[in-house]
């Protein structure tokens, strides 16, 4: 069974740093764009970045400059690297996994989510 499973999320201060991982387990994402979304209390699921198999990256606007995508190939694994946390970024994270890189919620498959919380 193919599954993403996200790690690192937790509880910091504002300009605290974390790095979440997703791991992908069960199957190989080979040709696969892996994406981040969150989603606040009460908001919709946004789309936070993404990083195609070719390697082109992309962020939404307000993660630009402060958070990073990346992927480790041999260890099947994305991360997102997140720097200068504000506490508009608390929400739930999930990485997603589709053939086609889009900055919509159609993706083929999600992690169950892991929690970000900065605090002023």
């Known amino acids: 069974q193919v599954q993403l499973v996200e790690s690192g999320g937790g509880l910091v201060q504002a300009g605290d740093s974390l790095r979440l991982s997703c791991a992908d387990s069960?199957?190989?994402?080979?040709?696969?764009?892996m994406a981040w979304f969150r989603q606040a209390p009460g908001k919709e699921r946004e789309f936070v970045a993404a990083i195609t198999w070719s390697g082109a990256l992309y962020y939404a606007d307000s993660v630009k400059g402060r958070f990073t995508i990346s992927r480790d190939r041999d260890k099947n694994t994305e991360y997102l690297q997140m720097n200068s946390l504000k506490p508009e970024d608390t929400a739930v994270y999930y990485c997603?996994?589709?053939?086609?890189?889009?900055?919509?919620?159609?993706?083929?498959?999600w992690g169950q989510g892991t929690q970000v919380t900065v605090s002023s």
């Open positions: 997603a996994a589709r053939r086609v890189f889009m900055t919509d919620d159609n993706y083929d498959y």
């Open positions: 069960g199957g190989t994402f080979t040709g696969y764009a």
